[in-house]
């Protein structure tokens, strides 16, 4: 016969493991979420800039802001749609920037920010990747849509302004197209002088030039990226450049941060 004393130590220890059990439970239901990185853009997206010194000093959203970088530490993007998988990495160069600008900040450009591009490293749905790596040998290389590079934002003017949403599977074509035509529409990006004839076009033509022409949703003929454009352009623009009868000259980089 077991003594009885035996038997309720046995029963406290079953409840004291329980009790211990709970919060890792519960941890591990909840550590962030795509919601999270889009409250924060909705936010702190303010017009053409991000309000990096307000999120900085605001530790809630911080918080915020890091259990979702921990949730896209870990996620399994093998598991998500194609749509899903373009919208995630679209999103982690985004947030990754804004860690690196967060990290270090004041800057006055990513530039002041050693390694920016190809040494700072970030968790990315299981691997170790600088945003250099998520842009190119993720993003581009893996799904060859090539308005990515018009939702792609490296914390600085020459980028569009960031999108005071996160990007998603379920909109992304739509964000993706609204995207392109906000590029054309943009001066700072895309500027034509009819009567001149003169194209003024945003240095990723010059940077990325065979990679638009890559494009296969998108086929260019010729030799010239500027005329992936064509389909968000009007039709006097596209008629001028598909003539090839204009000048073209490259928008040289805004490095300062875009931040206001």
Not at 9 to 34: C, H, R, T
Not at 116 to 132: H, M, P, R, W
Request: with cysteine; charged share 30%; hydrophobic share 40%.
């Amino acid at each position: 016969m077991k003594h009885p004393c035996n038997f309720k130590q046995n029963i406290w220890l079953l409840f004291a493991s329980l009790l211990l059990s709970v919060p890792v439970m519960a941890a591990d239901k909840q550590i962030g979420s795509p919601a999270d990185y889009d409250a924060i853009l909705k936010k702190y997206v303010v017009g053409d800039y991000f309000q990096y010194g307000a999120l900085k000093t605001n530790a809630a959203d911080m918080a915020r802001f890091e259990q979702f970088l921990a949730w896209q530490g870990r996620a399994d993007v093998k598991k998500m749609p194609r749509a899903g998988q373009i919208a995630f990495y679209i999103n982690a160069y985004n947030s990754c920037c804004i860690k690196a600008i967060l990290d270090n900040y004041p800057v006055h450009t990513p530039k002041d920010v050693a390694g920016f591009f190809d040494k700072l490293k970030f968790d990315v749905a299981g691997e170790k990747l600088t945003v250099n790596e998520i842009e190119y040998d993720r993003l581009i290389a893996n799904y060859k849509d090539m308005r990515a590079h018009f939702a792609v934002v490296c914390a600085d003017r020459g980028c569009l302004p960031l999108m005071p949403a996160a990007y998603s599977a379920k909109s992304l074509d739509q964000d993706l197209e609204a995207a392109a035509k906000k590029f054309v529409g943009d001066e700072r990006h895309f500027k034509v002088d009819k009567e001149s004839g003169e194209v003024q076009i945003s240095k990723i033509f010059e940077w990325y030039g065979q990679k638009f022409l890559d494009d296969p949703d998108r086929p260019v003929s010729g030799n010239k990226p500027e005329l992936y454009l064509t389909g968000w352009v009007d039709k006097d623009v596209r008629k001028l450049l598909e003539s090839g009868k204009y000048k073209l000259k490259i928008i040289e980089w805004d490095w300062t941060l875009n931040e206001k």
